[in-house]
């Protein structure tokens, strides 16, 4: 299957700085990447849908102030977790499509905010 | 009402045993479906797509109940290996997205 790469698969920052969070189509030109949040023993909750070179679309609920996505190519988009706080430690993860394909994974990322 | 759900288990069987998995999807208009497996700590995997006639892989059967909205998968001879959650998932109609139920977990005891 294709591959989706993410970066990095885990990082810890202190309470009130920002993390950025990568999330790179390797083989193919993605037209719709998803970002999740997933905390310990729940389900996967979709979070935002990022489509190259247009403004992201948030779930209800989501601050898009907090998380910022910049989609800036076909093969990479970006999540940053602004003013990160101890309540936004989770694990996140993004996927990629085209529109004939399933949603391919990336690996994940483990924040840790202190 | 969530728009996927699923019974969370745990399910413990014993190798071998056969089990099954049923999830409940709330749109009437969700045309695609999917079960993932995550295993601890790690990015879900597509196990297998759901069809309208039903689709077998192997040891693993999935099935789509449109009238009662309902879609299933069966392991039959349950390795060790098979322990892990089990994840249903329908596409939101339109949009591309993948909206997940709270997954089964799944443990496969020797």
């Known amino acids: 299957g294709a591959v989706v790469s993410q970066h990095p698969s885990r990082v810890i920052c202190k309470s009130g700085t920002s993390v950025k969070i990568e999330c790179r189509s390797l083989?193919?030109?993605?037209?719709?990447m998803f970002w999740y949040r997933q905390f310990p023993k729940q389900s996967l909750m979709l979070m935002a849908t990022?489509?190259?070179?247009?403004?992201?679309?948030?779930e209800q609920g989501v601050e898009k102030d907090k998380f910022l996505i910049n989609h800036a190519s076909l093969t990479l988009s970006t999540l940053t977790v602004t003013s990160a706080h101890p309540e936004d430690s989770s694990f996140y993860i993004c996927s990629a499509k085209t529109v004939n394909t399933e949603a391919f994974f990336g690996q994940g990322t483990r924040l840790t905010v202190v | 009402r969530k728009e996927v759900e699923q019974d969370p288990g745990p399910f413990n069987v014993p190798e071998g045993a056969t089990v099954a998995f049923n999830c409940t999807y709330s749109?009437?208009?969700?045309?695609?479906f999917f079960w993932y497996r995550q295993d601890c700590r790690k990015e879900p995997k597509l196990l297998m797509s759901v069809y309208s006639s039903g689709n077998e892989d192997g040891r693993f059967t999935a099935q789509l109940n449109r009238a009662s909205q309902y879609i299933s998968l069966l392991i039959r001879d349950s390795k060790l290996s098979d322990s892990a959650t089990y994840l249903c998932?329908?596409?939101?109609?339109?949009?591309?997205?993948?909206?997940f139920g709270t997954g089964t977990r799944l443990k496969v005891l020797a």
């Open positions: 083989d193919f030109q993605a037209t719709t």
């Open positions: 998932v329908a596409e939101r109609p339109g949009t591309y997205k993948y909206i």
């Open positions: 749109n009437s208009a969700s045309q695609s």
């Open positions: 990022s489509n190259e070179g247009s403004k992201a679309t948030y």
